[in-house]
Every structure is written in structure tokens, then in C-alpha cells.
């Protein structure tokens, strides 16, 4: 999920132009390099395992903190197993957003004045990240805590977990080469209308580049006038995330008073910190982080919100703020990384919806026509006649 898109295109389009340079200069980091497959494929196989770990402790009673640290130190305990002497570890820490906090919550052990704590009836978002040697894959997922772990038939949670994993699914094969941004993002808006649910206002789905988890290619969740983006086609050999976030309420988060604690460095900015402990935080981000968001949880430099003070007041890091719907409105999100490869359309994150509730059959006829669709991106040889 994103914001100040502006700004952030200004500054992807001026870290694209310097990555690209550097790809022609040095080595291909496309999927149309084979090593450059095998870590994405590997960091998504991580990725899902971790994300299914998490599942399954997502229980009444547990503590939210517990399972982003549950989450980060599976993530970090997997990339020490392989891949020795590049760079690896969390693209995305571990977000876990329950009920009206929608999206970018990841506490910090000790600073919350009353834990928050699974209960049963919650829905809850899990979203993390794991990149190698900066090729990322990311993936989110939405549950409903049931006593026998299925949806509960008829329920709005049912309604609107259902219609954003039916947007994805729908939206997914619509990632193939020529068609445009904006004509997945109208896929997107007629599954909501089909289910009567709203895409949350703000939701992105990025382009993917090394080191870049968002990069200026995006496509809205919705048609908004004032937040209208760049029109581009999918291309072969990209990689995306693919972000569906549906709500039953009308979309429009607000931040309450939950304290950012999930940042990214700038790219562009130019200040030299003046604190002590606001320079030995920077090379920390610099050696462990490198360009992907880290959670304050996961600093081990002393007096790391000091540090982290002097650097938000001077925008060396951007904070990814803690967003809230209405109360008693059920939100839902998905988020897959997918390959646009030569042969297919490959999802390599992602787990299935949990069970207990069936989709609905589409009306419309673009829904109708895109849902039938093939992943495969080649053309079935015609069978020779006798």
C-alpha cells in the first residue's frame, strides 16, 4: 500500500534510469537471466513458508508483536542457509494489521501501552517480504479467526475475503504482455462491484527490480481523478506484486494515533545526519537493510528512535503509517509476486483462501471473458489434420 505517489515517482524514476544503466554496464537482472530466476523462486518458496508458519499461529491469545518477530526471525534464520556472501534477509517485515488497522503494523516490543492480542472473530492481515541479493518477493494474506478455522458462510468477512481473492485471481491473468495497467485496474473495480465491496482508496501494485519493491510501473486499485498515474503495457520478462485490498466500507483510510514503525531510506535525499546516534543508524540501514523497509523492532543501534527522529525530520527515511478503516468494516488483502515469463504467467507467492465459502459466478462479460483466460502465454499449436 502506498502513498505520496508523486513524490515517490520523481525519485523511482531517477533510481530506475541509474539501475538501468548499471544493467547494460554490468549484468542482466531480468528474469531472462536464469540465476536471477532461481533467487526469486527461492525467496518466494521462503516467502510462503514463512507466511504459512505464521498462519498457523495466528491464534486466539497470541500477541501480534510475537508473531512479526515469529515472522522476521524465520525469514532471517532460512536466507543464512544459502546464498552465502550476498546480500539477503527481510524485503518487507512482518506486518500484522487486525480488524479496522488495515495495513503496516508491526509493533515494537515494550512500546505499546496494551498489547494487541488475536481474538477469535478477528480478521487479520499478514504481509512480509524476503529478498536475495536484492531481487524481492512479497505476499499478504487475510483469515478469519473461526473456531473451526473455516469462513463463516454469509458473513461479511466471507463476502469480502472471497471478492479480493477472486479480484486476484481474475487480475492475474490480465499480467500478459500488451495489455495495459489501467485495463487490470478495471478488472479490479468490476470484481468489487460484482461482490458490492470497494477497493481501499491507495492500493498499489508495483513493479518489481532489484532493489526496488515499488517501482514507478504501478496500477491502481481504482480510478481515482486527483491520483491518476502513468498508463503503461505489462511487458515480457517483468516481475510484479500484485496487490489486491477490498473493503466493505468506503475505502478511505485515515491514520488514528498508532506510531509509524515500519521505514524505508530515501533515495533522494542529500542530508548528512548531525547526531551521533543518527549516523550509526544510518550505516546499520545501510549494511542490513540496504533500500527495503525495516521495522524499529529489528534496530540494534542504542537510542535507535533518537536516531530515527533526526532522520524523519530531515526525510532521510520515509515511514509506512499505521492505516485504519471505519470501525466494524471487514477488509481484506492479497498480494502475490508474479513472473511475466516467455512461456507463462507465473505466480511464485501466495497460499490459497481458506475454505468455507464459495465465490460467486461473474455477470459481467469482460470479468466472464478475462476469468477464462490461460496463464500459458503461448500459442497452442493447431493439431495437424489427417
Known amino acids: 500500500m502506498s502513498k505520496n505517489l508523486k513524490d515517490q515517482q520523481a525519485v523511482e524514476e531517477e533510481w530506475e534510469d541509474v539501475e538501468e544503466g548499471e544493467e547494460e554496464e554490468e549484468e542482466d537482472t531480468t528474469i531472462n537471466n536464469s540465476d536471477v530466476v532461481m533467487k526469486y523462486k527461492k525467496a518466494a518458496a521462503w516467502s510462503n513458508e514463512v507466511l504459512q508458519l505464521v498462519i498457523n499461529a495466528t491464534k486466539p491469545g497470541a500477541k ?57 472473530g478477528d480478521v487479520v492481515r499478514i504481509d512480509l517480504g524476503i529478498h536475495i541479493d536484492g531481487y524481492s518477493t512479497q505476499v499478504a494474506h487475510t483469515l478469519h479467526v473461526t ?42 473495480e468490476k470484481v468489487a462491484s460484482e461482490y458490492g465491496v470497494t477497493p481501499v482508496d491507495g492500493v498499489l501494485s508495483h513493479i518489481v527490480k532489484r532493489y526496488i519493491i515499488d517501482g514507478v510501473r504501478c496500477i491502481p486499485s481504482k480510478k481515482v481523478p486527483e491520483h491518476m498515474v502513468h498508463e503503461y503495457d505489462i511487458e515480457p520478462a517483468q516481475v510484479w506484486t500484485l496487490d489486491i485490498a477490498f473493503t466493505t466500507g468506503k475505502g478511505k483510510l485515515k491514520e488514528r494515533d498508532a506510531r509509524p514503525s515500519i521505514f524505508k531510506i530515501a533515495l533522494d ?109 503461448e500459442e497452442k499449436k493447431k493439431k495437424a489434420t489427417a
Not at 556472501?85 to 500484522?96: D, L, N, Y
Not at 466471507?158 to 485471481?169: C, P, S
Not at 542529500?270 to 537493510?289: H, V
Request: net charge neutral.
Open 269 to 377: 535525499s542529500t542530508y548528512s545526519a548531525k547526531m551521533e546516534s543518527a549516523r550509526e543508524l544510518q550505516r546499520e540501514i545501510d549494511a542490513k537493510f540496504q533500500t527495503f523497509p525495516f521495522a524499529v523492532r529489528n534496530l540494534e543501534t542504542k537510542k535507535a528512535r533518537l536516531g530515527l527522529s533526526e532522520m524523519i525530520k530531515h526525510g532521510l527515511v520515509q515511514p509506512y503509517p499505521v492505516l485504519f478503516e471505519k470501525d466494524g468494516e471487514a477488509v481484506a488483502q492479497f498480494k502475490v509476486t508474479l513472473m511475466v515469463t516467455p512461456k507463462k504467467i507465473e505466480r511464485i507467492t501466495g497460499l490459497p483462501m481458506q475454505k468455507g465459502a464459495a465465490p460467486i459466478a461473474f455477470t459481467d462479460e469482460t470479468l466472464l471473458a478475462a476469468s477464462k483466460l490461460p496463464l500459458s502465454l
Open 64 to 120: 501480534v508483536v510475537d508473531l512479526c518477530k515469529l515472522g522476521d526471525e524465520a525469514i532471517l534464520d532460512k536466507v543464512q542457509s544459502m546464498f552465502r556472501g550476498v546480500e539477503k534477509g527481510i524485503a518487507f517485515p512482518t506486518s500484522i494489521s487486525i480488524n479496522s488497522c488495515v495495513c503496516h503494523n508491526s509493533p515494537v516490543p515494550g512500546e505499546e501501552t496494551t498489547p494487541q492480542v488475536v481474538a477469535l
Open 147 to 188: 473456531e473451526n478455522g473455516e469462513l463463516v458462510a454469509e458473513s461479511k468477512e466471507a463476502k469480502v475475503i472471497n471478492a479480493a481473492y477472486a479480484a486476484l485471481n481474475v487480475a492475474l491473468r490480465k499480467m500478459r504482455p500488451g495489455v495495459s495497467t489501467y485495463e487490470v485496474t478495471d478488472i479490479i
